[in-house]
């Protein structure tokens, strides 16, 4: 009921905040959705409009849902910063990932910020800054139609339907734009899956036979949903199209998965999606990284707009051992790969959620 209440006042309120049918299309869709998840991720009514902007970027992707991030207000300039309390120490000990996380949320912050009027400035991490920064002026009447994607994107980690996807539709996805730096091999034959299914079986084998990486990886899961919403944080089994379980149980059966049996299932997974891609950069830098993560969000988003659903499968580029290996064999050249997505025709999951904004305010 509460659940209802808040709904209904957030579909005005968002109407207002960035100027009504673009939003209010896509709130509708999410509202349909699981109760128990996607209606706690729309606004709080209180917000102010600089906070709205850091609620749409909360909504982007980010490593196992940590939302490693803190943001400040400082009128009109934005601040991102890492949280370094939330890095991922087996998984990502270069917070490689962390920054690119900071730079799907960067894209969300954009995009949403153009749709409430603002042209942004962005700059960069460097040496001498250790977060991105982003100056807003109010003069642009430029509305991205990946905006309206914000609300309903999501990480669909199901089996997908199998479907080959029209030309057309394969152009329009080919069509999204990079960021400098950051170059997109999209594998499309069988052949080349075939490759990646290797390498994915592969990092499956190192990852699952790994204790670190398995009592990092219970740590961040929510088995039930007391847990997810007692943190409002990490991999709830639902969304991930697992039963809600006590923690014993949870635990008890992530850490006796077989390592095959998970290289088996996403194997599954990727030979039912209409095809992935690996984004690639010229450097290991936290700049990069960003502009990595922002490209990521925004084909996200676009494949969102166009009724399509993802999810990455980074097995063989967070293996280090492997990673050098995935960058030849997918014919990269210098470009380092930086993450693996799979797209595809699949039914929305449940949605992830996400601590309310003054949770993530410095
Ligand atoms: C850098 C990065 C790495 C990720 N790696 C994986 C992954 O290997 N497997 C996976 O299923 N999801 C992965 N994800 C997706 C996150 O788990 C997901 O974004 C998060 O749980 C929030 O859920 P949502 O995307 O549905 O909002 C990754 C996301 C990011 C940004």
């Given at each position: 009921?509460?659940?209802?209440?808040i709904?209904?006042?957030?579909?005005?309120?968002?109407?207002l905040v960035?100027g009504?049918?673009?939003?209010?299309s896509?709130?509708?869709?999410?509202?349909?959705m699981?109760?128990?998840?996607?209606?706690l991720?729309?606004?709080?009514?209180?917000?102010?409009?600089?906070?709205?902007?850091i609620?749409?970027?909360?909504?982007?992707?980010n490593?196992?849902?940590t939302?490693?991030w803190?943001?400040?207000?400082?009128?009109?300039?934005?601040?991102?910063?890492?949280?370094?309390?939330?890095?991922?120490?087996?998984?990502?000990?270069?917070?490689?990932?962390?920054?690119?996380?900071?730079?799907c949320?960067?894209?969300?912050?954009?995009?949403?910020?153009?749709?409430?009027?603002?042209?942004?400035?962005?700059?960069?991490?460097a040496?001498?800054q250790?977060?991105?920064?982003i100056n807003?002026?109010?003069?642009?009447t430029e509305?991205?139609?990946?905006?309206?994607s914000?609300?309903?994107r999501?990480?669909?980690?199901?089996?997908?339907?199998?479907?080959?996807?029209?030309?057309v539709?394969m152009d329009?996805?080919?069509s999204?734009?990079?960021?400098?730096?950051?170059?997109?091999k999209f594998?499309?034959?069988?052949?080349e899956?075939?490759?990646?299914?290797?390498?994915?079986?592969?990092?499956?084998?190192?990852q699952?036979?790994d204790?670190?990486f398995l009592?990092e990886?219970?740590?961040?899961?929510?088995?039930?949903?007391?847990?997810?919403?007692?943190?409002?944080?990490?991999l709830?089994s639902?969304?991930s199209?697992?039963?809600?379980?006590?923690?014993?149980l949870?635990e008890?059966?992530?850490?006796?998965?077989?390592?095959?049996?998970q290289?088996?299932?996403?194997?599954k997974?990727?030979?039912?999606?209409?095809?992935?891609?690996?984004?690639?950069?010229?450097?290991d830098?936290?700049?990069?990284?960003?502009?990595?993560g922002?490209?990521?969000?925004?084909?996200?988003?676009?494949?969102?707009s166009?009724?399509?659903?993802?999810?990455?499968?980074?097995?063989?580029?967070?293996?280090p051992?492997?990673?050098?290996?995935?960058?030849?064999a997918m014919?990269?050249?210098?470009?380092?790969?930086?993450?693996?997505?799979?797209?595809g025709?699949?039914d929305?999951?449940?949605?992830?959620?996400?601590?309310?904004?003054?949770?993530?305010?410095?």
């Amino acid at each position: 009921m509460l659940h209802k209440e808040i709904a209904r006042r957030d579909l005005l309120k968002l109407g207002l905040v960035a100027g009504g049918a673009v939003l209010f299309s896509g709130c509708q869709k999410a509202v349909n959705m699981d109760l128990s998840t996607s209606q706690l991720r729309v606004s709080d009514p209180s917000n102010s409009k600089m906070e709205e902007l850091i609620r749409y970027a909360t909504l982007a992707a980010n490593g196992h849902n940590t939302q490693p991030w803190k943001f400040r207000i400082m009128d009109k300039t934005l601040e991102i910063h890492p949280d370094l309390s939330r890095r991922l120490n087996v998984v990502d000990p270069q917070d490689r990932e962390l920054w690119i996380s900071l730079g799907c949320a960067l894209e969300n912050l954009v995009i949403a910020a153009g749709a409430a009027g603002f042209a942004n400035e962005i700059i960069y991490p460097a040496k001498e800054q250790n977060y991105i920064k982003i100056n807003l002026q109010s003069d642009t009447t430029e509305v991205s139609h990946l905006f309206n994607s914000i609300q309903i994107r999501q990480s669909t980690r199901s089996e997908y339907n199998h479907e080959k996807l029209s030309n057309v539709l394969m152009d329009q996805i080919h069509s999204v734009s990079t960021e400098p730096g950051v170059s997109l091999k999209f594998i499309e034959n069988i052949s080349e899956t075939e490759r990646v299914i290797e390498y994915l079986n592969a990092g499956n084998m190192k990852q699952y036979a790994d204790k670190a990486f398995l009592e990092e990886l219970i740590f961040w899961l929510r088995f039930n949903q007391k847990e997810a919403l007692s943190t409002m944080d990490g991999l709830f089994s639902k969304c991930s199209g697992n039963p809600t379980v006590p923690r014993f149980l949870g635990e008890m059966f992530v850490s006796s998965t077989k390592p095959q049996k998970q290289a088996e299932a996403d194997a599954k997974k990727l030979l039912s999606s209409s095809g992935s891609v690996v984004f690639a950069t010229d450097n290991d830098t936290p700049e990069s990284w960003v502009r990595c993560g922002q490209v990521f969000e925004r084909l996200s988003l676009h494949l969102t707009s166009l009724d399509l659903k993802s999810a990455l499968v980074n097995q063989p580029i967070e293996v280090p051992e492997l990673r050098g290996e995935f960058q030849t064999a997918m014919g990269l050249g210098s470009n380092l790969p930086q993450l693996l997505m799979r797209f595809g025709v699949a039914d929305a999951m449940p949605y992830s959620l996400r601590r309310p904004v003054e949770e993530v305010l410095i």
